[in-house]
């Protein structure tokens, strides 16, 4: 019965994930403060793994509906034309740049991430967070604007940098990751369609990095029901977030 409303939880979990990942709000934030009502049956340090990796499902939507424009190589003309043509330059250059958007938070991360677990990772420092970036959201909307950059293969190394630094505050819980690099690509002139879609596939080498330090510091000891919580929220997370990306796109 215990493991039915575990895994049950874990629809809930899945669902607030790939509802909250896509939007300025914080899903790691809005997953703690649902602790405080859906109580799991799992140890704590599993939760502060399973917290990280759900978030998987959701990543995978994106690469599913974004594969064509995110894949570099292009299988039709390597064959005859040479390595040049093998390659989409274009999208390899995209994600050079988004390599360099993540080394800030990866570094960062890395170096804190014990310190943080300890520390910031309540319900009061998330419930602050939350009105601190909703505040700035309405600021930020209201100040007159016209986008300098309108698409990706525009995104300039300097921007994607800057993308980066204000990716290092969602380390921070309560701080959406897609909230603080939408805020940081309006701020150095993107438009809001161009910020929105290099956050997204920003999150892709972000979440794969932050999932693995974890599953690591858990170790790979897992039990039956633990396997199952974590594959049925990823699984959860991942059909929502197909309908929400669509959605917000």
């Known amino acids: 019965m215990e493991l039915f409303l575990d895994l049950l939880r874990s629809v809930i979990y899945g669902i607030i994930e790939g509802i909250t990942e896509w939007l300025p709000i914080s899903s790691t934030g809005h997953m703690i403060l649902a602790e405080q009502v859906l ?4 140890s704590a340090e599993f939760m502060e793994m399973f917290r990280v990796v ?21 299988m039709d003309n390597g064959r005859d034309s040479g390595l040049a043509k093998f390659i989409r330059w274009p999208v ?18 890395l170096l804190l991430d014990d310190w943080m677990d300890a520390h910031l990772y309540n319900s009061v420092v998330v419930a602050i967070m939350l009105i601190v970036y909703g505040i700035a959201f309405i600021l930020i909307e209201r100040r007159p604007r016209v986008p300098t950059t309108t698409k990706l293969s525009r995104i300039t190394y300097k921007q994607a940098i800057i993308v980066g630094l204000w990716q290092v505050l969602a ?25 929105s879609q290099f956050t997204f596939f920003l999150a892709i080498p972000v979440m794969l990095g932050a999932s693995g ?14 396997v199952g919580v974590m594959a049925v929220g990823m699984v959860t997370a991942f059909v929502v977030s197909l309908f929400c990306i669509r959605f917000l796109m």
């Open 92 to 109: 390899m250059r995209l994600w050079f740049k988004i390599i360099v958007a993540c080394l800030p938070a990866a570094v960062l991360g």
């Open 213 to 226: 330090l974890k599953v690591l510091k858990y170790g790979l000891n897992y039990t039956a029901a633990q």
């Open 39 to 42: 109580k799991f049956s799992l």
């Open 171 to 195: 380390l921070i819980p309560g701080t959406s990751r897609s909230g603080a690099t939408i805020i940081g690509g309006l701020l150095c002139g993107m438009s809001r369609a161009c910020a």
């Open 54 to 74: 759900i978030q998987l499902g959701a990543i995978l939507a994106v690469v599913v509906l974004y594969f064509k424009k995110l894949w570099p190589f292009c």
